[in-house]
Every structure is written in structure tokens, then in C-alpha cells.
């Protein structure tokens, strides 16, 4: 336990952050108990009418900021919480797109100690509760929350939820999950409810999911069967539930499959929802650091791209989107993940690499990167001289793509920012 003093609510964020790094003795503390006695306590447990949560490996974020643009379009007030963030701990927190300002985040962080005596919280809980208190606080109409690891377990896993979506099923988080895909299906199905509708984007999932489904009495919609999408030119797609169909819809910039996961929730949300506002929100949805964009001549890519489904993802595109084109890639991983298979996956499409390291406690050193590149691959201490140094070497027609961590990227675009001032 820190000895620090406890901060107050008028204290800095930075502060608060810091507080909460020390006072709980894991960064990941899997288990409902602790913080479930301090949303029941605190009454966080239903913060807005309709509650929308997200599981999956991949795409959760892109699928939580999909269902926010429809969502806004339609008139609706929404909060959403993600993690991790890439540059600033607000970028968890966002109401109405914008993300929560430091004073509303130490105020409910005051609330949050307040409310949970001697019972101890890992950061992330802290600030899952803190969050769900901002959405109370500001009385908003929707909460979208993203599941930060697994999903039975998760804190997030503590509230009243309306609708429950899996993105995505891979294995990923090895030390806290496990290999079996089987037993990665039953953890993420652990936030379907009874009698609630259970989304699964996951073609051909474990069977897990769904016996979890059906064992519990959810109402269970599954991509392929329950409802189906295809995608009809390079610019339009199609959707359709039974016989609800929509067709000639945007293409949107975030991966399709996510898009159609996210139609699904909302059709099953109750809420309010025109086809106007569907093919709006798909027009706009964008979201950090996936398939980002900041630059052209050279064309500089963020993606946060850190496994092997969703490096695949990340290929795809680059073949579809720069054909012919020399792709230049800063990567920075983090070692509990497969560092090997992501680094395989993207091999084809890379021209030249710029291995980086990362710094704590489960960052990879670029050394471990180019256990599975050439033997004399130049290695970077951090993502921000691997990025200079592509800058240098790029050619205006070439693509610089930045990926393999939330870190990575982060680094990158701070980088990018402070360089660039708008």
C-alpha cells in the first residue's frame, strides 16, 4: 500500500494517476468482488437508461466509436469508455465525442475513494467506476462501455447492461486468458445477460459462446446466421437482420465487419434510430490510431494493430489501399504478445523495417523484435527515432505505417503533434 497522501478533488490529474498507479498491489486485478461492493454501494451499477458493452479482441473500439456517430446523429446524449489511450488518460472518458476534461475525471476519482473505504482498486477499476460516475453525473442517455481484458471478469462486468456484443475472438492476453480459444469464448461471453440480446461478430465462434448464450437464456444474434452483410463495390455495402435490410450504405473507414456488428446492437438496443442517421454515422465515425491518417507525400499510417488478427486486417488494407506502393513499418511491441506471428503476417507487404523499443515493465526490445527479422536490421531505442529515421528514408510516393502497440502509437503521435502544431 502507498503512503501517499490521499489527493482531493481539487487535485491535479496527474496527481490523482499517480495515487492510483501505488495504491493497489497488481495493474491487473481480474475478479468481481472488490469492485462490484463499490458500485452497489455507490449506485453505479445502471449509470444511463440503456447501457451497450463490448467485448472482443479486436475491434472493440472501432464498434463503440461506430455505434456513438449513429448514435449522435439520432440525437441521443452518449458517453463512451475505452482503454487503453493513446496519449492522454481523457481519451477514456468521451461524452458527446469530446473527451472529459481533467476536472471532471479527479472529481469522480474523489467520489470513487470516497465510496470505497478500506477495499482496494487496481487503476483500471478506479477508473471504470469513476467513469460510470461522470456518465451518472451527466445524465446521459447511452453509456457504450468497452470491456478493457476478457469480459466475465472485467470490471465493467459490475453493470446493469441492455445489450452485449463480442467483436471479435482470437487469443491474445496469454498470460491472463490463456491458449484456448474455447475457454477465451467463455470468458468474453461472460457479460451476455438473461433475456437480453448477446451480439457475436465473430464468424464461426467456439462453441463456448453460444452454450453460454443458450445456458443462460440470452437472446443470441450471430454473424452469418442471425444477421448478414456483404460488401457490393469498392464504396457501398448491404446489411440485413430477417427480413430488415439495408442496402446502398457507405463504406466507412473503420473495418467493415465492426460496422455490422455495431447495426446489429443498436437494432436490438430499442432506441430510435432512422437510416438516415445509420448511413450519417457510418459517414463519420473515425477513431485513433486505426487506419489513421496524418500526413500524405509521404502517406503516414497509425494503426494500433498488435496481434495476429488484427495485423491481418492491417495488410489487407495496405494491399488494397497502396498496391505497388514501398510500405516502410515502425513497429514497437509488447512482449506478452505474439510477437512472432504479427511480425510473419506483416513480413509481406513491408519493404523496410524500424524495430523499436519500448519501455516498462511488458515492453519488447527491439533486439527481441529482430529475433524474426534479418540478422542485420538496424534497431531503434524508442517508436519516436524509429519514426525520424523513416521520415529521413521514406520516398514522397512511399507509406509509413506505425503499429504493433498502443504505445507505439501513442509515442508516434504526440511526437507528430508537438513537431506539427495545427
Not at 524474426?372 to 524509429?386: F, I, K, T
Request: charged share 20%.
Amino acid at each position: 500500500m502507498s503512503q501517499n497522501p490521499i489527493p482531493q478533488a481539487t487535485s491535479p490529474l496527474s496527481v490523482w494517476l499517480d495515487y492510483l498507479t501505488h495504491i493497489h498491489s497488481s495493474a491487473i486485478d481480474l475478479g468481481l468482488d472488490r469492485v462490484q461492493a463499490v458500485a452497489q454501494k455507490a449506485n453505479l451499477t445502471k449509470p444511463a437508461p440503456t447501457v451497450i458493452t463490448v467485448a472482443g479482441t479486436n475491434g472493440k473500439g472501432s464498434t463503440c466509436a461506430l455505434m456513438e456517430a449513429i448514435l449522435l446523429e439520432a440525437g441521443y446524449s452518449v458517453g463512451v469508455y475505452s482503454s487503453p489511450h493513446l496519449i492522454r488518460y481523457n481519451e477514456r472518458v468521451r461524452i458527446n465525442g469530446q473527451d472529459v476534461p481533467d476536472e471532471q475525471h479527479t472529481q469522480a476519482f474523489d467520489f470513487v475513494e470516497q465510496q470505497r473505504g478500506d477495499i482496494t482498486l487496481s487503476l483500471f477499476e478506479f477508473g471504470t467506476l469513476a467513469a460510470l460516475r461522470i456518465f451518472q453525473t451527466e445524465q446521459v442517455d447511452v453509456v457504450l462501455l468497452e470491456v478493457g481484458l476478457g469480459g466475465r471478469l472485467d470490471a465493467t462486468n459490475v453493470v446493469d447492461h441492455d445489450v452485449s456484443v463480442i467483436t471479435s475472438l482470437a487469443i491474445d492476453h496469454v498470460d491472463w486468458l490463456g491458449s484456448d480459444i474455447n475457454v477465451i469464448g467463455f470468458e468474453k461471453a461472460g457479460i451476455y445477460r438473461s433475456g437480453k440480446p448477446a451480439i457475436c461478430g465473430q464468424p464461426k465462434p467456439p462453441a463456448t459462446v453460444a452454450a453460454h448464450a443458450d445456458d443462460i437464456g440470452a437472446e443470441f444474434h450471430q454473424v452469418g446466421i442471425q444477421f448478414t452483410y456483404d460488401k457490393v463495390s469498392e464504396t457501398r455495402w448491404q446489411w440485413r437482420s430477417g427480413s430488415f435490410e439495408l442496402t446502398d450504405l457507405p463504406l466507412p473507414t473503420l473495418p467493415l465487419p465492426n460496422a455490422a456488428t455495431a447495426l446489429m446492437a443498436l437494432g436490438c438496443s430499442g432506441l430510435e434510430i432512422s437510416d438516415v442517421n445509420i448511413v450519417d454515422g457510418l459517414k463519420k465515425a473515425t477513431l485513433a490510431g486505426r487506419m489513421q491518417k496524418i500526413s500524405d507525400a509521404p502517406t503516414i499510417l497509425l494503426d494500433v494493430a498488435h496481434n495476429p488478427h488484427s495485423a491481418e486486417y492491417l495488410v489487407s488494407q495496405l494491399k488494397l489501399r497502396f498496391p505497388g506502393q514501398s510500405v516502410h513499418l515502425v513497429v514497437g511491441m509488447l512482449h506478452d504478445k505474439d510477437v512472432k506471428s504479427t511480425l510473419a503476417i506483416l513480413k509481406p507487404v513491408v519493404k523496410q523495417w524500424y524495430p523499436a523499443s519500448l519501455s516498462g515493465p511488458r515492453a519488447a526490445s527491439a533486439e527481441e523484435l529482430c529475433q524474426y527479422l534479418e540478422a542485420s536490421q538496424m534497431r531503434y531505442a524508442n517508436p519516436v527515432a524509429a519514426f525520424e529515421a523513416a521520415l529521413t528514408q521514406a520516398q514522397a510516393d512511399d507509406v509509413i505505417v506505425v503499429a504493433g502497440s498502443f504505445h507505439t502509437v501513442g509515442e508516434v503521435l504526440e511526437h507528430w503533434q508537438n513537431s506539427n502544431p495545427s
